[in-house]
């Protein structure tokens, strides 16, 4: 069975560097044809996508998110990483990492999702 799990710390002070992690276990990373995704909920708000990287390890960023998002895989631990640099109490959310299907753009299957907020 798939499963996403991510982890991270959950608590970091404006200006510094947001870094979470994404576990899969039940499959490889590099299957083709599937993107692994970031996407965030500030509260009281709707899903935010913030990027993907892909089965061949190319990377997408939000044009919103861009200047300041770096998603990386780690393929000898099956993991995706999440920075996210200078930081603001705008950027507290829940941050979720899911799989998407290539051929459908179907946001399959989804991690618990970590709380992170930003504050000193």
């Known amino acids: 069975q798939m499963q996403l799990q991510e982890s991270g710390p959950g608590l970091v002070k404006p200006s510094q560097t947001l870094s979470l992690t994404c576990t899969v276990s039940?499959?490889?990373?590099?299957?083709?044809?599937?993107?692994w995704s970031w996407i965030r909920q500030p509260p009281g708000k709707g899903l935010e996508w913030i990027g993907y990287i892909g089965y061949s390890g190319s990377s997408y960023y939000s044009p919103i998110l861009k200047s300041r998002t770096s998603i990386d895989r780690d393929t000898s631990k099956n993991r995706l990483t999440l920075q996210l640099t200078s930081v603001t109490p705008e950027d507290t959310a829940v941050y979720y990492c899911?799989?998407?299907?290539?051929?459908?753009?179907?946001?399959?299957?989804w991690g618990q999702g970590t709380q992170v907020t930003v504050s000193s």
């Open positions: 039940g499959d490889s990373i590099t299957t083709a044809y599937y993107y």
């Open positions: 899911a799989r998407v299907v290539g051929r459908s753009g179907e946001y399959d299957i």
